[in-house]
């Protein structure tokens, strides 16, 4: 399995590795980068569940894509493995994460 590791050192903090990211990334002329995350997860999700479902998928809720309580067994079952995907192309260990890109 993927993913046991977190990407953020043992000896940081995740605000501590976000002020590094950010500060070496805007030293390099780069600026608000984790957005782009944001787009690429939201992107994703609707690539993995229009090709879980051929062609019937749908937009993730944070992009006005249908909420939890709206979706069928079948459909929360493409959901869950649209998040599994997205964690683990992430580099996270834990699918709760992609909550805050997807909704």
């Given at each position: 399995m993927?993913?046991?590791?977190s990407?953020i050192p043992?000896?940081?903090?995740?605000?501590?590795?976000?002020?590094?990211?950010?500060?070496l990334t805007?030293k390099?002329?780069?600026?608000?980068?984790?957005?782009?995350?944001?787009?690429?997860a939201?992107?994703?999700y609707e690539?993995?569940?229009?090709?879980?479902?051929?062609?019937y998928?749908?937009?993730?809720?944070?992009?006005?894509g249908p909420?939890?309580s709206q979706?069928?067994?079948y459909?929360?079952h493409?959901?869950y493995q649209a998040?599994?995907?997205?964690?683990q192309?992430?580099?996270?260990?834990?699918v709760?994460i992609i909550?805050?890109?997807?909704?």
């Open positions: 993927v993913g046991k590791e990407l043992k000896d940081l903090t995740y605000r501590q590795q976000r002020e590094r990211y950010d500060y805007h390099n002329g780069f600026h608000k980068l984790h957005g782009l995350r944001h787009a690429y939201q992107r994703r690539v993995i569940t229009n090709e879980m479902t051929k062609g998928g749908w937009k993730p809720p944070i992009a006005g909420t939890p979706l069928n067994a459909e929360k493409i959901d998040r599994l995907m997205i964690s192309e992430l580099g996270h260990s834990r709760e909550r805050s890109y997807c909704g």
